[in-house]
């Protein structure tokens, strides 16, 4: 199983992440891709991938229109679903299904790959995830019954390891104050 880089920095801490890289690399590969397909690059599609880059956690399309309209006018909803709608098609961005939310693409995907999305349930942050045996077990399992899957992806909801830690801090601390009193 291969990884993505670690979690961004953000408000909960998690600063091991070359975070402007990141974003510099989401935009790169949106203009790498655009320049391929003949695709136009509007101003709004590039603001929307940048704040999906920004983020590192799965953002819905009205939260991207707060996002985007900051202190001056919001994009109307439907032109953000349509930026949303040509970045997945162009597989720069995945729609996380349990949160109806979007994610940047942090790797380039073969035809036969499994998305796997591990979604921390306490800060949110989204790790994309590999696994050549998972879509071998899936593919087979799926021609087994006929089926052909249009979007092969897995999430899965937890705690990372960094919040996990945390918490466990956090415990022990109330223990230590605990047996103080």
Known sequence: MSTLPPSPAGPH????HDHAAC???AIARFEECCARSGARLTPLRRRVLEELADSHTPLGAYDLVERLGGSGEKPPPMSVYRALDFLVSEGLVHRIESRNAYLVCGR???PD??????ICESCGVTAEVASHAIG???AWA???AGFT??????EIAGSCARCRTAAGAEAARTE???AAR
């Open 13 to 16: 801490g998690h600063d091991d």
């Open 176 to 178: 230590r104050v605990e």
């Open 108 to 110: 380039e995907h073969g």
């Open 142 to 144: 799926t021609r087994g």
């Open 136 to 138: 071998r077990d899936l």
């Open 23 to 25: 974003v510099a690399g």
């Open 113 to 118: 790959d499994v998305i796997v999305f591990l």
């Open 149 to 154: 899957p249009r979007t092969p992806v897995v």
